[in-house]
């Protein structure tokens, strides 16, 4: 049989999806499996027993990331790993990273159903916390794994009530034994809903994705005179939010300048004293800029500096721009992006290239091994959501694409 | 003698003021004696010992304001009366409210240390929490006088702690027996520090007060939607902090197209969810607009709801505008204050019209009898601050004035 007529079983994939859903669902539909949780230890042994049934061999390693192997022919071969995570918001769906574990899963029963083997091997990693909602660092498993931050960082993060990942490790009985980052991997994918409305805009079922969004994150402080809204006449104010007003429109004004790939958002605003009849003597605000190229992205915090001494000199107030975060622009691996391009074509699935704005495990996994991603749409592109609603025909679209995607890179000529 | 020959005591009103302030003293250098507390009533102690001393006879109505009153030649007229407050925001100054009452005070010193007799009588009041910190309404005793809302509303006012005025004025001694609002007035003059930049910054230092700013208070939500900011592009967001930035904009800019009397004023705004990484789906805003016209407030008010409905259209948000409070311009009584000015401009003191833009218990007296205030400038237009101040022979020309304008009404043959 040729690789394009083997196909994964799409039913089955829904029914999991559904099945790991019921493991801490929530009234409205959604899910609230938070990482290291027991909740999340009952998903874990769910998705470990299933693995185990689909011929995997499992290990554990020292931050709970787990790992079901598939030998290939050639197993001095580094495998061909896919993975994503199965912890979720506290207000989370049921696709958001369940999607992208359940379709390597799908790839692995896909392939023990017609007894065939890859020359080499493959794994299916599910990384641990992904979400950050309990503990950070986010993408805490893959981040170390990527050695992005240490083992010790992360096994001494504490949730707010004060409990440690290292015991909550032990408590659900993922403290593993294999070091972190020490196997070897040879290329990774990993499936995922799109968490925006691109594909779904544009009326395209696979998204090849090229990579992800740098990004920039500041805390702003602007200074003006807090003083009566009655006796100040406007000429001689100081009014710290009015003057913000301008940044936030500044901070829009340079992402639209930077399309398609520019982002700019204000998520977070406060001021003071924030009484209805005084002028604010002072606001905060965060901001968060973003775009694929690392170039751009450097000349878009330049027009932004600029921005906030031009809105400090015509408002006549003080602007302190702190940069307190920053991921670099992590492009995927061309090879690996192109295989996934060819896998929908192959299969008359409509495809378009598309840039990750949201992390991922992947954006990790790219510093240790070639990575790419795959993108299905999802409704109204709305996700860290109980409404989070994706289609069965497209999430069987998806793995199917992974499935040709990860033979094609397993089986060539090395 | 003549009236311009004779005049009040610097040195005693500033020593007056001085001592007042010694009762509910904080460490930065102002003062917290908030309303119906055991420090008002300690307050209230000390300057009806004062009036006594001073020659008034004193009496207290149902809701605690005191009216210390000195004989006329004819007892048949209706007193002119001075008055203001001696309650203090919880971090309030020295002088607000404290230098109307006492200014009144050495008004009446002055007179007793002359012998002179007016034809009307006179009265000195202070009304009961005109500041509005620990129970609301603000302005209460003056806005019972005037019949703005009943005695009952006010004595049932609780604070944070549940404890009634009611309760509070038995407690500090100040639950009289006099009928609120009964007893007649001729006229109505109140000094006061200026509280805003204007006198200072054109380098006047009388200011007569030719009426307050009517003022309209909105409450305002803008619905967007709330999407992550990595993965929403900028051309399919509702961001409804981004669409607020305008509207912030275009209550400073309807109150500069009104100068120089307009005012306009966003003192608070929370965005929903609040979160780095997600573009807000929703804000809430106050707006202040002020103007010295009824019929000017009237058309910023169109222009405003005119440019929120603007907003909406252009920037696909949802944007509820609620009136939540108004009150009308009111004009003082043009005799009263073009005696103020002949006072100013006989002793030689530099005067300019002004109008106040904040609220004063002269407001509501205006709907009782003919009003006028008399500003003085207060330090960098700085009040309802601890670092409130005012200059010496600023506050000495202020009750001068006020002292010139109160003998020529009185003694004006009717």
């Not at 969004?213 to 602007?222: F, M, T």
């Not at 070639?370 to 793995?399: Q, R, Y």
Request: glycine share 10%; net charge negative.
């Amino acid at each position: 049989m040729t690789e394009q007529a083997l196909s994964i079983n799409g039913k089955r994939l829904w029914t999991s999806l559904m099945d790991l859903a019921k493991v801490g669902a929530t009234p409205k539909g959604g899910n609230c499996r938070l990482a290291l949780t027991a909740l999340d230890g009952e998903g874990r042994d769910l998705v470990v027993g299933w693995m185990k049934d689909a011929g995997l061999s499992i290990e554990v390693d020292q931050i709970g990331n787990i790992f079901g192997r598939r030998p290939g022919r050639d197993n001095t071969r580094a495998p061909v790993m896919v993975g994503s995570h199965i912890d979720t918001q506290p207000t989370g769906g049921k696709f958001d990273g369940c999607f992208g574990v359940l379709a390597g899963l799908e790839v692995m029963r896909t392939l023990q159903d017609h007894q065939l083997e890859t020359d080499a091997p493959l794994e299916l990693a599910i990384w641990t916390n992904e979400e950050g909602s309990r503990f950070i660092p986010v993408m805490m498993g893959s981040g170390v794994f990527a050695k992005k931050f240490s083992l010790e960082t992360a096994l001494n993060a504490r949730d707010a009530k004060g409990i440690a990942v290292r015991d909550e490790l032990k408590a659900i009985g993922y403290a593993g034994s294999a070091e972190v980052g020490a196997r070897p991997v040879g290329a990774y994918f990993e499936a995922h809903i799109e968490q925006g409305p691109i594909l779904e805009h544009e009326d395209h079922i696979i998204g090849a994705v090229t990579g992800s969004l740098g990004l920039r994150w500041y805390d702003v402080n602007v200074t003006g005179m807090e003083m009566h809204a009655g006796p100040t006449p406007m000429a001689t104010r100081k009014d710290a939010l009015y003057a913000t007003s301008f940044l936030i429109q500044a901070v829009v004004d340079i992402a639209r300048q930077n399309q398609p790939y520019g982002r700019g958002t204000v998520g977070e605003i406060q001021v003071h004293p924030g009484s209805r009849n005084v002028i604010p003597g002072g606001a905060r605000i965060t901001v968060d800029l973003r775009h694929k190229d690392a170039d751009t992205l450097a000349e878009m915090d330049k027009t932004w500096r600029a921005a906030c001494d031009e809105v400090a000199r015509q408002h006549n107030v003080t602007i302190e721009v702190e940069q307190v975060g920053q991921f670099e622009p992590t492009p995927f691996d061309p090879s690996l992006v192109e295989k996934i391009r060819l896998g929908a074509a192959h299969r008359g699935l409509s495809v378009m290239d598309i840039v990750t704005g949201a992390g991922h495990d992947a954006v990790y996994m790219a510093a240790v091994a070639p990575t790419a991603m795959i993108f299905v749409p999802c409704k109204d592109g709305i996700s860290h959501n109980e409404i989070e609603d994706a289609k069965p025909e497209h999430l069987e679209a998806g793995a199917n694409v992974l499935l040709d995607a990860m033979i094609a890179r397993a089986n060539e000529t090395r």
